[in-house]
């Protein structure tokens, strides 16, 4: 299959969470691209906002107009001030209902941007490969799903909604007072100015500050979800002080660094305050310096006032209004370094389908290592030029010590990892060749730790076909001949496993995986054989179960105990990620020494055992 070489070469693994720097612009910018939503209409839904934020300067212009034409020597002109009443009636009502509009425009957007932004997110998490998962705390991608999306969710609501209104207010006045007066409105802005210093100033430390209040809530999140995890061992090993001192310590950490965001983020709303203070001085002084001979009447100068008030509203706002948008961007900056991690492996671009019936295996010079967590280098091989045929329909057993890369093997023949040279054939095809969605209907793994969902024994097997009928799942422990035990349940199929199958015991959570995978139907079977002790009753039902579902399947089992290897059709010994043995048990027992060894020491262990 000389068309298939320049898929000879993969990554290996996955790399880690991506760790790139994005400024606060550049993140806002990559959010807009990455969800879409958020940006749709955006340019009519601030043009709408423009027109609401004309209502409210429509009141100090009235005012104006009031007191220079509408009061004189001749005393009060109530025509003009009742017409320009009902003026101002009629553009704050048009004002209202476009503010309205675009208020639900921005928040119809959010939400549907964030659907989908969280959909991604999961569906991005799932498919990352197993490297990235082992290597990432599962706390902090569960905290990027749930606690910085949230944190988006209620920055939309309002900080979101904030910067729209009160910068258009700050646009549409701006324009007014540089009308009214272009040098009063120069004094406002050279006042104000140095305020946007130092609102950069501390925009930069809150960054920072915010990005290591998200990193330790991830830490914390972990930590506690780590500690309710493993409750049980916690408590039979008398150890739950210690962990308790770990999320004490970790939320400890994490309040600190809360507090210290806080603290600066505290400087920004009384900046904001003596700015405000200064301009509307800088205004009367300017003022009443210039005095009438400058044009300025004195509606003009109160109308201006009132303007310079409006224009300085949303300044003191949006000192609170960045300490969240400082907290939504970190957020976003964690959610989209998720999304950079690449996928692992990678889908297949020119897939190649399948042959039809029982499929055999076949490793070509294969070699792989995983990525380093220190850097981008590659780490020692687990295996090396590995080269191995498995013809169809045969059960064979991979057996080692801990470490030897038998799990590696198994993981790359279900394409969970890819080889970091060489290739594997799954019926004659490069495995990177196959669509994953073909590969998962004609190969199964059941691991070494099954897990079961909170629910019934039903509902852990109708997720991989809704449509079975209790009675098409009744018939799969038939087939399995495993009806006896599921007789023996006090619900039958509506029998609770509990979270995580906690209800059951290992080898009854095994059955449940064993006939779950039966239902798939698989040409190709991996097993993981489970190492934790099992009764003598539920072992037999196990190994009946076993041979049933694996009989005319091509069968890789990961033998931790060696009377698996004993009933296996082919033995192969794995040894620093090379083959030193392989055959049958009896031939291996006979013939090879190392195999010899591990069979002599497993006869005694377990003699010694009672087993």
């Known amino acids: 299959m000389a068309a298939d070489a320049h898929d000879d070469v993969a990554t290996a693994g996955g790399d880690r969470m991506s760790t790139v720097r994005r400024s606060a612009v550049g993140t806002i910018r990559e959010g807009f691209t990455t969800a879409p939503a958020l940006a749709q209409g955006l340019f009519l839904t601030f043009v709408l906002a423009v027109v609401g934020a004309a209502g409210r300067v429509t009141i100090p212009i009235l005012l104006q107009q009031s007191i220079d034409r509408g009061i004189g020597t001749d005393g009060v002109d109530l025509g003009l001030i009742t017409r320009l009443c009902a003026i101002a009636a009629v553009v704050v009502a048009i004002a209202a209902v476009s503010q309205r509009t675009a208020v639900y425009r921005l928040g119809s957007r959010a939400e549907d941007g964030l659907y989908a932004l969280r959909v991604r997110l999961f569906d991005h998490i799932h498919r990352l ?8 705390k599962r706390g902090a991608l569960v905290s990027r799903v749930t606690s910085d999306i949230e944190t988006l969710t209620m920055f939309f609501a309002w900080g979101a909604l904030s910067w729209l209104l009160n910068l258009s207010l700050m646009v549409v006045v701006a324009g007014v007072m540089v009308a009214y007066d272009w040098f009063l409105a120069v004094v406002v802005f050279a006042v104000v100015a140095p305020l946007l210093y130092v609102l950069r100033f501390l925009q930069g430390r809150l960054v920072r500050a915010y990005d290591q209040v998200r990193r330790e809530n991830a830490d914390m999140l972990s ?20 962990q308790e001192q770990r999320v004490r310590s970790r939320t400890k950490r994490r309040a600190r660094t809360s507090i210290r965001a806080g603290v600066i983020g505290a400087f920004l709303f009384p900046s904001g305050e003596v700015f405000s203070v200064l301009a509307v001085v800088a205004v009367v002084g300017a003022g009443v310096a210039r005095g009438p001979d400058a044009g300025l009447t004195a509606g003009a100068l109160i109308g201006f006032l009132f303007l310079t008030y409006r224009f300085l509203e949303p300044i003191a706002e949006f000192t609170e209004i960045i300490d969240h948008t400082q907290t939504a961007v970190a957020g976003l900056r964690r959610v989209l370094g998720v999304l950079d991690t690449p996928i692992g492996p990678p889908p297949s671009e020119s897939p190649i389908p399948l042959p039809s019936g029982r499929l055999d295996i076949r490793f070509e010079d294969v070699t792989f290592a995983y990525p380093s967590r220190e850097d981008s280098h590659e780490e020692e091989p687990i295996l090396r030029n590995l080269s191995l045929a498995i013809a169809s329909g045969t059960n064979v057993a991979l057996v080692g010590e801990s470490g030897s890369g038998k799990t590696t093997m198994a993981r790359l023949i279900a394409r969970l990892i890819d080889p970091t040279r060489g290739r594997i054939l799954l019926g004659g095809v490069n495995l990177m060749r196959v669509e994953n969605e073909e590969l998962r209907r004609r190969l199964t ?27 098409d799942l009744r018939a799969l422990f038939e087939r399995l001949d495993c009806s006896e035990w599921l007789d023996s349940l006090p619900n039958g199929l509506n029998t609770n496993v509990g979270q995580r199958g906690a209800a059951l015991s290992a080898g009854e959570r095994q059955l449940v995986a064993l006939v779950r995978a039966s239902i798939v139907d698989p040409d190709v079977l991996i097993l993981d054989e489970a190492t934790s002790s099992v009764d003598a009753i539920t072992e037999v039902r196990l190994s009946r179960a076993l041979a049933r579902l694996s009989a005319g399947r091509t069968t890789i089992s990961i033998a931790h105990r060696l009377s698996t290897a004993a009933r296996a059709d082919r033995v192969i010994l794995v040894e620093d990620g090379r083959i030193v043995g392989d055959g049958a048990h009896g031939e291996l027992v006979a013939t090879n020494d190392a195999y010899r060894e591990m069979y002599e020491a497993w006869v005694r262990a377990t003699e010694a055992g009672g087993e």
């Open 129 to 136: 490969s197993l490297a990235d998962h082992n290597e990432e």
């Open 445 to 471: 793994v059941v691991p070494q730790e099954p897990f079961l969902f909170a629910g019934s024994i039903a509902d852990n097997l109708r997720f991989v076909d809704e449509r079975a009928s209790d009675a």
């Open 223 to 242: 930590t506690i979800s780590e500690a309710v995890s493993g409750v049980e061992t916690l408590q039979v090993y008398d150890a739950v002080e210690g």
